[in-house]
């Protein structure tokens, strides 16, 4: 079964503009990472925040945590077209509800140039 | 450094058959995990093997195993194939079953007709 949620399930923007997707998750976690995808390929790590930080940047991402709502956001600002891909949130939980890393359905995002 | 190899890319197979993926992580990486991708269920964990011992297994039926060698190469097969076993199949590779970044092969897209 699935431990995160993403919102939206699809999400459109033009290029230049920023995209905002979001992340719930059910149990308590020692971290949370994001992942993209180009279709039908494999999943590429974008960034790991752990559960006792609030928020990390790697260059146009940014990514935020609250583990009291057991939520995160991605932000990705000044979008290109080549972020067209979907997203994906994955929690480890291993010592809590799950012993994997659980990955949500995801997030499609299109960037229209 | 070579990524995670994961062959065959595609495969087709009948209702009925077995079928055999294979996954090389990357040098040094001592931990694999599969996971099994559909439109419908997104991405859901099959299973994790560290030093050739499956640390945690998914909730899938009998019919999908696998198993590790000594040098970290995993399969899994897929026995008595059914239509909702096509699926792109995921193998990630890392260090450890920390719950560090996982590093993802380009998928094996199986076909059932």
């Known amino acids: 079964s699935q431990q995160g949620e993403e919102d939206p399930q699809a999400l459109s923007i033009q290029e230049g503009e920023n995209a905002t997707m979001n992340c719930s998750y059910k149990?308590?976690?020692?971290?949370l990472q994001w992942y993209r995808q180009n279709s039908g390929r494999g999943l590429v790590h974008l960034i790991l925040?752990?559960?006792?930080?609030r928020e990390k940047h790697s260059g146009r991402l940014r990514v935020t945590l609250d583990t009291s709502k057991k939520s995160s956001s991605l932000l990705i600002t000044a979008s290109r077209a080549a972020d067209t891909a979907s997203y994906f949130c994955a929690t480890d939980a291993r010592g809590g509800g799950n012993n994997d890393m659980r990955f949500g359905a995801g997030t499609r995002l299109t960037v229209k140039p | 450094k070579a990524g995670v190899t994961q062959t065959p890319r595609y495969l087709i197979k009948t209702r009925g058959q077995q079928v055999t993926l294979s996954c090389s992580p990357i040098s040094g990486h001592r931990s694999v995990s599969w996971y099994q991708q559909t439109p419908g269920q997104g991405l859901q964990f099959l299973f994790e093997?560290?030093?050739?011992?499956?640390?945690n297994k998914g909730n899938f039926p009998g019919r999908f195993s696998g198993r590790q060698f000594s040098n970290s190469r995993s399969e899994m097969n897929v026995s008595t194939l059914e239509l909702g076993d096509s699926a792109l199949y995921l193998c990630?590779?890392?260090?450890?079953?920390?719950?560090?970044?996982?590093?993802f092969g380009s998928g094996t897209q199986l076909s059932v007709l």
């Open positions: 093997y560290f030093s050739e011992t499956q640390r």
């Open positions: 149990t308590s976690i020692n971290n």
């Open positions: 925040i752990r559960s006792n930080e």
């Open positions: 990630a590779s890392s260090w450890d079953t920390g719950g560090e970044k996982l590093f």
